[in-house]
C-alpha cells in the first residue's frame, strides 16, 4: 500500500512523492502540513541520514584500513561518494543550491506534499546533521584534550608557537604574492585567497594522530599545539581580511579584541579550570544518579565550547581546553571510556560530512570552464604544502625530532579554508575560479595529508617507543577482535 | 566589548539584540544573514539549551534521588521548570506560539538582526533539540530492548496482551461513556477525548522500572509487553478517531493496514532478526576500526526504527525490537556498556523537553477559563488511573504476582496522550476547555506514575530477589562514588 515515503526526498533518488498524501495518519495529518505534524518526518530522514553515514563511514573507513591508509581518510572519501559530488544521499541546503536540488526537482514534476513543506523536512533534516557534526568535532577535540598532556603541551610550548607562526606567515605571503606575480589578480582577491591558505583543520591531523599511535610524542604534541595556535590565528586572518573586503580597511580594534580575546581564553580557561577542577571532582563523587561523570564533564565542555564561540573563537577550541583541564582529573580514565562510544557515535558525522559537502566536479578538467581554476589550484597546492612543510624547519633546540612529520601534520586546511571560501563568495571578493582553486587546494590537502602523514611517521616507525599509551583513542580494533 | 550575544534569544531572558550587529566577522557575516552564516549561531544556541538540559535533568534528578523519588520525575519537574511554564529558557515554536514567543517580542522593541534570521535561528535550534530528545528516546527503548529478555516477554506474552487490551478498552469506554453521559459533550469529541486515554508512554514507565531495578521482574516484563502492544493499539486508536474526526466515517483499510503492518513488523522482525544476529556477529568480529560493535548497531537499531516510522508505526518500537535480538547475541555485554554513556547523554533531553514542553498554567484554578477543563479533567484523571489500575487484575495464570504495580506500571500517558491532543486541536474537533483536560490528565497522570510505582513495589520489597541484574541501567551511583 504505502512503499515509498516522503522523508527520502532527503536522501535524493528514493523519493516518490505522490505517494505523499498517503502518509501520516489515514492522511489527515499531511493536509495542513504544520511544522510539528512535518517532525515525525524529520526525525526519518534523519534516521535514514545517519544510517547512510555510518555506512559510508565504516565502509570507507574498512577499506582503506585494509590498504594500509587512514580510516579517516576513508570517512572523507566515503563522505564524498554519498555526498554533492555523487549519490547527493547527504546533501545541505547551500551545496544543492537549495532551489536546484534533486529534493525540489522532483516535487516540480510530481504534485505531492506542497513544496513548502518538503523544504521545511529538508532543511530540518540538514540543520540536524549539520549540528551533529558540529558536536562531531567538538566530541572529537574534547576526546584529543583529554588525551592530550597538558604539561607537555606546555614544554612544547615555544616550538609550537615558531611553527604556528611561520605556518600563517610563509603561506599567506607566498600566496598573495604569487597570485598577483603570476596571475595578475588584484591585491584584495589575492590577499583573501592568500589568507585562505593558513589555518590548518586540527579535526584531521589529530585524528590521524590518534590512528598512528603518534599523539602524545613530541611530534604530535607539537603539531597539536600549533594547530591550536593556527586556529586561532586563522580567525584573526579571516577577520582581518572579512573587513578588508567589505570596506577596503582593517578595524584595528576588533583585530586587538580578538587577539586579546583568544589570549585570554586559553590561558584564562586553564589556569581556573586547573584550579577548580579539584572542585569538580568533589561535586561529581556527590552525585547519586547515573551518568554522573559523563554530564558533568558535558556541561563543561559545552559551557566552554560556547564561551569560546561566544568571544567569537571556534567552539572546538573551547572543548580542546576542556578536555585538557579534565585529563588532569583523577576522573580521566573514566571519562576517557565513556567519552568513547559517543565519539563513536558523532565523529563520524562530522567526517563523512566534510567529505559530503565537497563538490570535486571543481576537479573535472573535462570542464572548460574549471581549467583556469586548476591552474590556479595548482600553484596553491604547491604553496600550500611547501609553506606547511617549511613550517617543520622553524623547530629549535630539538635535535632528532621528525620535521617532515610536523610540516606534514600543519598541511591539511580542511573545512577552515572552505569558511574563507564561502566568506569570500559572500562577500563577492573571489572570482568564480579563484574560489574554485581554494576549494580544490582544500580538497587536495586535506586528502594528501593522511597518507603522507603516516609515510613519514613510519619511516621512523621502528625508533619509536612510549607511543602506545593513547590506543584507547586509536583506531585499532577492540580486545576482543585484537585477540 | 561583546557580552551578550544574538543565539541568547532562544533563551529568552538573556538576550539583548542591540548588541547583534557585532556578531560575526567584523560584524561582515550576520550583514547577509543567509542560512549558512546563521549556523553558529544555531550550534551555540543548541550548546546553551544542552547545558540547561543536563543542568535541569542533574539538578531535578539529584534532589529526587535524595528524598527517594524516582530520578526521571527529577527531570521532568526540571523540564517544566526551564520550559514554558516558568523560566521559558527551552521553549519550542508551538509552546511559544511562534510570533508570540519572548524572542520575536523583544525584535519587535529593538531593532537587531532581522526578525526573519532570529526565526530561523530558533527554529533550527528546536528542530535541532527535538530531533536529538526523538534520539534520546530511541536510545533509551533500545537500551530497554537490550536489557529485555526476550523469552521471558514470549513466556508472558498472553499477559501482556491481555493488560494491553483491557487497559485500551476500559479507559476508552469509561472515558467516551462519561463524557457524553456526565458533562454532555458531542460523540466526536467524546470519542477523541476516550481515545487519549488509551496509550501508556512506554519510555517513562520503562526508565522507572530501570531505576527500581524491576525491569526484569515477572511484573517489569509484563508491562514492557504490554506497553509495547499498548503503543501499538494506540496507534490504531489514533488513526481511527483521526479519520472518524475528520471525515465522520472510519477508513476501515487504513486499519487493517496498521493492524497487518504492525503484526508483521514486531513478528517479523524479531523471528529475522534471530535468524540473522550471528552473521551480524561474524560481520562485527571482521572489522578493524574502532567503533565497530557500537555503530553496527546503531546502524540496524536506527534501520528498524526508520522501518517501523516508515510503516507509520512509532520509531521506538523499531528500536526497541532491535535492542531484543542484539541481546540474544555475544555482543550484549559490550554493547551495553557502550550505549550507556550515549544513552546518558541523550536521554535526559527526552525527559527534559516532555517537561518543558508541558504548559502547567492549565492547572491554575484561580483562572476562571480553566475551571471548566479542570473538572472534566478531574474525571479524566480518574478515569485514566482507575482504567489502567483494573488492568493488572486481566493478568491470569500468574498467582502471587505484583496486580497493583502492574496496574500503576501502564498509568503514566506522557507524549502520547499529548499527540492526540494535537491531532484534535489541530483538526477542530476539541474545545478548549477539553484540550486543556487532556493535557492536565497527561500531566497528572506523567507525574502521579513515577512515585506510585515505587511504592508498590516498594510494599513487595523484602520479597524480591534477582531483581538485581540490571544495575547497569539503573539510576544507581557509579562503583567508585558506591564504594
Given at each position: 500500500?504505502?512503499d515509498?515515503?516522503?522523508?527520502?526526498l532527503?536522501?535524493?533518488?528514493?523519493?516518490?512523492?505522490?505517494?505523499?498524501?498517503?502518509?501520516?495518519?489515514?492522511?489527515?495529518?499531511?493536509?495542513?502540513?504544520?511544522?510539528?505534524?512535518?517532525?515525525?518526518?524529520?526525525?526519518?530522514?534523519?534516521?535514514?541520514?545517519?544510517?547512510?553515514?555510518?555506512?559510508a563511514?565504516?565502509?570507507?573507513?574498512?577499506?582503506?584500513?585494509?590498504?594500509?591508509?587512514?580510516p579517516?581518510?576513508?570517512?572523507?572519501?566515503?563522505?564524498?561518494?554519498?555526498?554533492?559530488?555523487?549519490?547527493?544521499?547527504?546533501?545541505?541546503?547551500?551545496?544543492?543550491?537549495?532551489?536546484?536540488?534533486?529534493?525540489?526537482?522532483?516535487?516540480?514534476?510530481?504534485?505531492?506534499?506542497?513544496?513548502?513543506?518538503?523544504?521545511?523536512?529538508?532543511?530540518?533534516?540538514?540543520e540536524?546533521?549539520?549540528?551533529?557534526?558540529?558536536?562531531?568535532?567538538?566530541?572529537?577535540?574534547?576526546?584529543?584534550?583529554?588525551?592530550?598532556d597538558?604539561?607537555?603541551?606546555?614544554?612544547?610550548?615555544?616550538?609550537?608557537?615558531?611553527?604556528?607562526?611561520?605556518?600563517v606567515?610563509v603561506?599567506?605571503?607566498?600566496?598573495t604574492?604569487?597570485?598577483?606575480?603570476?596571475?595578475?589578480?588584484?591585491?584584495?582577491?589575492?590577499?583573501?585567497?592568500?589568507?585562505?591558505?593558513?589555518?590548518t583543520?586540527?579535526?584531521?591531523?589529530?585524528?590521524?594522530?590518534?590512528?598512528?599511535?603518534?599523539l602524545?610524542?613530541?611530534?604530535?604534541?607539537?603539531?597539536?599545539?600549533?594547530?591550536?595556535?593556527?586556529?586561532?590565528?586563522?580567525?584573526i586572518?579571516?577577520?582581518?581580511?572579512a573587513?578588508?573586503?567589505?570596506t577596503?580597511?582593517?578595524?584595528?580594534?576588533?583585530?586587538?579584541?580578538?587577539?586579546?580575546?583568544?589570549t585570554?581564553?586559553l590561558?584564562?580557561?586553564?589556569?581556573?579550570?586547573?584550579?577548580?577542577?579539584?572542585?569538580?571532582?568533589v561535586?561529581?563523587?556527590?552525585?547519586?544518579?547515573?551518568?554522573?561523570?559523563?554530564?558533568?564533564?558535558?556541561i563543561?565542555a559545552?559551557?566552554l565550547?560556547?564561551?569560546?564561540?561566544?568571544?567569537?573563537?571556534?567552539?572546538?577550541?573551547?572543548?580542546?581546553?576542556?578536555?585538557?583541564?579534565?585529563?588532569?582529573?583523577?576522573?580521566?580514565?573514566?571519562?576517557?571510556?565513556?567519552?568513547?562510544?559517543?565519539?563513536?557515535?558523532?565523529?563520524?558525522?562530522?567526517?563523512?560530512?566534510v567529505?559530503?559537502?565537497?563538490?570535486?566536479?571543481?576537479?573535472?578538467?573535462?570542464?572548460?570552464?574549471?581549467?583556469?581554476?586548476?591552474i590556479?589550484?595548482?600553484?596553491?597546492?604547491?604553496?600550500?604544502?611547501?609553506?606547511?612543510v617549511?613550517?617543520?624547519?622553524?623547530?629549535?633546540?630539538?635535535?632528532?625530532?621528525?620535521?617532515?612529520?610536523?610540516?606534514?601534520?600543519?598541511?591539511?586546511?580542511g573545512?577552515?579554508?572552505?569558511?574563507?571560501?564561502?566568506?569570500?563568495?559572500a562577500?563577492?571578493?573571489?572570482?568564480?575560479?579563484?574560489e574554485?582553486?581554494?576549494?580544490?587546494?582544500?580538497?587536495?590537502?586535506?586528502?594528501?595529508?593522511?597518507?603522507?602523514?603516516?609515510?613519514?611517521?613510519?619511516?621512523?616507525?621502528d625508533?619509536?617507543?612510549?607511543?602506545?599509551?593513547?590506543?584507547?583513542?586509536?583506531a585499532?580494533?577492540?580486545?576482543?577482535?585484537a585477540?
Amino acid at each position: 500500500m504505502v512503499d515509498v515515503f516522503p522523508w527520502q526526498l532527503s536522501i535524493g533518488e528514493l523519493l516518490s512523492p505522490a505517494v505523499v498524501s498517503s502518509w501520516g495518519i489515514g492522511g489527515a495529518l499531511l493536509a495542513e502540513a504544520s511544522k510539528a505534524e512535518l517532525e515525525p518526518l524529520v526525525l526519518a530522514s534523519v534516521l535514514l541520514s545517519l544510517i547512510t553515514v555510518y555506512l559510508a563511514a565504516k565502509i570507507g573507513g574498512e577499506l582503506c584500513a585494509r590498504i594500509n591508509l587512514p580510516p579517516v581518510l576513508g570517512e572523507l572519501v566515503g563522505g564524498v561518494i554519498v555526498g554533492v559530488s555523487a549519490l547527493h544521499l547527504i546533501v545541505f541546503p547551500e551545496g544543492a543550491g537549495e532551489t536546484g536540488s534533486v529534493l525540489l526537482k522532483l516535487v516540480e514534476t510530481t504534485a505531492g506534499l506542497d513544496p513548502a513543506s518538503l523544504l521545511t523536512v529538508f532543511r530540518g533534516e540538514s540543520e540536524v546533521v549539520s549540528v551533529l557534526a558540529e558536536l562531531g568535532v567538538i566530541i572529537l577535540l574534547f576526546e584529543i584534550g583529554l588525551e592530550s598532556d597538558l604539561k607537555e603541551l606546555i614544554r612544547v610550548g615555544p616550538q609550537a608557537a615558531a611553527v604556528a607562526v611561520v605556518g600563517v606567515v610563509v603561506p599567506f605571503a607566498l600566496g598573495t604574492a604569487g597570485l598577483i606575480a603570476l596571475f595578475h589578480i588584484a591585491t584584495i582577491p589575492a590577499v583573501f585567497a592568500g589568507a585562505a591558505l593558513t589555518a590548518t583543520s586540527i579535526g584531521i591531523t589529530a585524528k590521524v594522530l590518534a590512528e598512528i599511535q603518534r599523539l602524545s610524542s613530541k611530534e604530535g604534541q607539537i603539531i597539536i599545539g600549533a594547530a591550536v595556535l593556527d586556529d586561532v590565528l586563522g580567525i584573526i586572518v579571516l577577520a582581518v581580511v572579512a573587513s578588508l573586503a567589505k570596506t577596503g580597511e582593517i578595524e584595528i580594534l576588533n583585530v586587538v579584541y580578538l587577539i586579546a580575546g583568544a589570549t585570554v581564553f586559553l590561558v584564562g580557561s586553564i589556569f581556573l579550570g586547573r584550579l577548580l577542577s579539584p572542585y569538580f571532582v568533589v561535586l561529581v563523587d556527590q552525585l547519586k544518579t547515573r551518568g554522573q561523570v559523563i554530564i558533568s564533564s558535558l556541561i563543561f565542555a559545552f559551557a566552554l565550547s560556547y564561551i569560546a564561540a561566544a568571544i567569537q573563537l571556534e567552539a572546538i577550541l573551547g572543548a580542546f581546553a576542556a578536555g585538557l583541564i579534565l585529563a588532569e582529573t583523577s576522573k580521566r580514565k573514566e571519562l576517557e571510556e565513556q567519552i568513547s562510544p559517543i565519539a563513536d557515535m558523532l565523529v563520524p558525522v562530522f567526517f563523512v560530512t566534510v567529505g559530503a559537502r565537497t563538490d570535486i566536479s571543481v576537479l573535472n578538467p573535462l570542464e572548460p570552464a574549471n581549467r583556469e581554476g586548476l591552474i590556479i589550484a595548482s600553484f596553491l597546492v604547491i604553496v600550500a604544502i611547501v609553506g606547511k612543510v617549511v613550517t617543520g624547519f622553524a623547530v629549535f633546540g630539538q635535535p632528532g625530532i621528525n620535521r617532515l612529520a610536523i610540516g606534514f601534520g600543519m598541511v591539511p586546511r580542511g573545512e577552515v579554508g572552505l569558511v574563507f571560501a564561502g566568506v569570500g563568495s559572500a562577500s563577492g571578493v573571489l572570482s568564480e575560479s579563484l574560489e574554485a582553486a581554494i576549494i580544490v587546494m582544500v580538497i587536495l590537502t586535506t586528502f594528501l595529508a593522511p597518507p603522507l602523514l603516516r609515510v613519514v611517521f613510519k619511516s621512523d616507525d621502528d625508533a619509536s617507543d612510549g607511543a602506545k599509551k593513547e590506543a584507547a583513542i586509536a583506531a585499532s580494533p577492540s580486545s576482543e577482535t585484537a585477540s
